[in-house]
Nanobody, 124 residues
Framework: QVQLVESGGGLVQAGGSLRLSCAAS????????MGWFRQAPGKEREFVAA????????YYADSVKGRFTISRDNAKNTVYLQMNSLKPEDTAVYYC?????????????????WGQGTQVTVSS
């Protein structure tokens, strides 16, 4: 079992920055990959970024590449999503998720555990 708790969401103006955190507990954090997804009202949940168990491999959606950075601190059992140059279209509930295969994936169905989500709202 893995428990995930996101934090760091909020309201920010376009062009601003936020850093999301996801604290994990349960299984050994360094044994699995982590991902961030988001879901806007009326839309499907979409991939944002993923990171392998060691942090050595990272993956990004084209829509956030160059603006968002995923990282992890295995000593703190935490994964982060640094979001810069935010746009109104980044507005969504952001979820972190654990992929027990430890490689990281672009696909919702390959993740085994999910957090409850944190709201990010970007005003224009």
């Amino acid at each position: 079992q893995v428990q995930l708790v996101e934090s760091g969401g909020g309201l920010v103006q376009a062009g601003g920055s936020l850093r999301l955190s996801c604290a994990a507990s349960g299984r050994t954090f360094s044994s699995y990959a982590m991902g961030w997804f988001r879901q806007a009202p009326g839309k499907e949940r979409e991939f944002v970024a993923a990171i392998s168990w060691s942090g050595g491999n990272t993956y990004y959606a084209d829509s956030v590449k160059g603006r968002f950075t995923i990282s992890r601190d295995n000593a703190k059992n935490t994964v982060y999503l640094q979001m810069n140059s935010l746009k109104p279209e980044d507005t969504a509930v952001y979820y972190c998720a654990a992929d027990l295969s430890n490689l990281g994936s672009y696909y919702v169905y390959e993740y085994d555990y999910w957090g409850q989500g944190t709201q990010v709202t970007v005003s224009s």
